[in-house]
């Protein structure tokens, strides 16, 4: 072999082991999406029993029902659509808080939380999580919120308002 030819084979192979290690440590400084998102509730989804909505003192109350599985109560008594409450269930459940805007707000109707929309669901062991749901931003990208009884005011995305504000024609069966 030639002196030109083992110095090309170096080179070659030195690249290599820099893309080698290079890929190595990209792979570990990756951000861990997952770690960073933070869900408003953890519960266990089959634990809920009840779902309540309060839209200006407007009421939507739906319970599961034994044998019956879930059952509209009020604003009329109605059978649920499974996949629909389930689906409901799901949103509550999975909802990620985007930032907090403010741990200790001294005034709740600049966020539109003095009289907010609230969304709970309560559990087979009688816990309950209870959402207030405020003004959007004005860009409409997201909306206020906070947890009942918290003083903490979050950001949390419209995907989650809209799934929320379904009318009462969504959770009836066959719709």
């Given at each position: 072999m030639?002196?030109?030819?083992?110095v090309f084979?170096?080179?070659v192979l030195v690249c290599l082991?820099?893309?080698?290690?290079?890929?190595?440590?990209?792979?570990k400084e990756k951000p861990d999406l997952q770690s960073d998102l933070k869900r408003v509730f953890l519960f266990s989804q089959s634990d809920v029993v009840e779902i309540s909505r309060v839209i200006n003192e407007k009421r939507l109350l739906l319970k599961k029902?034994?044998?019956?599985?879930?059952?509209?109560?009020s604003p009329v008594a109605d059978r649920a659509d499974e996949q629909a409450v389930e689906d409901y269930v799901n949103s509550f459940a999975e909802m990620i808080e985007v930032r907090v805007v403010d741990n200790n707000p001294g005034d709740l109707s600049i966020y539109g939380l003095d009289n907010p929309i609230e969304v709970?669901?309560?559990?087979s062991d009688k816990?309950?999580?209870h959402l207030l749901l405020g003004d959007e931003t004005p860009?409409?990208?997201s909306s206020y919120a906070k947890i009942k009884d918290l003083p903490c005011v979050f950001l949390l995305g419209n995907y989650y308002r809209m799934k929320l504000l379904v009318n009462l024609d969504y959770f009836r069966r066959g719709n």
């Open positions: 030639n002196k030109g030819r083992i084979m170096t080179i082991v820099g893309v080698l290690v290079f890929s190595i440590n990209s792979e029902d034994g044998n019956k599985g879930w059952v509209i109560t709970a669901m309560g559990l816990q309950s999580f860009t409409h990208a």
